[in-house]
């Protein structure tokens, strides 16, 4: 991942936005899921549309999977929380929107997003930048994985419940971090999962067991530094 002390998003954030927005503007409507929010955080250049990695039919298969994951994630959250579920916490949340987009389901959950301390402090600005602010059931905790930090320490200074249920959710992340890290994250997720709690996480297979269709365009992103390594935790 980026350096933490870089400003700004990180790239692979900037482009799940993008992509998440090429889906409401280029895709038939239904639309699987609708967020135009995460391109006002991203603030791109007019010319965003014409980078390669926003080729329309190209990038169709990773866009799919982008919205997908996102559609059933924001599922998941709203039947949890309607089963009394007050937690939720986001693990790489990069330029999540989704106290902003749905204020009726978050202002009933405590909602913690883990990010590292440069993109989340970037976030942070250009919430308040957009007039939206950082909303009182929002609490960002400054995280850098690879560090080897005690981040569940920090969520639970931050108000985290370890003996209360939670949904976490780590999507888009894990691709990104070494073994190390990913073990370490996913025993620090065990030792926070109270009873009733819900863990979902999204990884990518190794690339010759990818599906043939998006194995060209997945090993153009390697390439492309986009994913920088297929983090094996086996």
């Avoid at 391109?39 to 080729?55: K, S, Y």
């Avoid at 994951?69 to 599922?75: G, L």
């Avoid at 996913?186 to 996480?201: D, E, H, K, Q, W």
Wanted: aromatic share 6%; net charge negative; charged share 25%.
């Amino acid at each position: 991942m980026q350096d933490t002390k870089t400003a700004g998003p990180e790239s692979s954030a900037v482009r799940v936005a993008l992509w998440r927005a090429m889906h409401v503007e280029t895709d038939p409507p239904p639309h699987v899921f609708e967020d135009l929010l995460g391109l006002r955080l991203a603030a791109p250049d007019e010319n965003w549309r014409h980078r390669p990695d926003m080729d329309p039919d190209g990038t169709k298969p990773f866009r799919a999977s982008i919205v997908a994951r996102a559609r059933f994630i924001e599922d998941l959250v709203i039947e949890r929380a309607g089963e009394g579920v007050s937690q939720y916490v986001i693990l790489g949340a990069g330029l999540d929107t989704f106290a902003q987009r749905r204020p009726d389901i978050a202002s009933h959950l405590r909602l913690f997003e883990i990010d590292q301390p440069g993109p989340q402090a970037w976030k942070r600005r250009r919430l308040i930048d957009l007039g939206f602010g950082v909303p009182e059931c929002v609490r960002l905790v400054p995280v850098d994985f690879e560090a080897g930090e005690p981040w569940r320490r920090r969520l639970t200074d931050a108000g985290f419940d370890a003996v209360q249920p939670a949904i976490i959710v780590s999507t888009g992340v894990s691709m990104y971090l070494s073994k190390e890290a990913n073990l370490a994250a996913l025993r620090n997720v065990a030792a926070m999962m109270a009873p009733g709690s819900t863990f979902a996480m999204t990884f990518l297979l190794p690339l010759e067991l990818a599906d043939p269709d998006v194995r060209p365009g997945l090993a153009h992103l390697i390439r492309d530094g986009a994913v920088r390594r297929l983090a094996s935790i086996a």
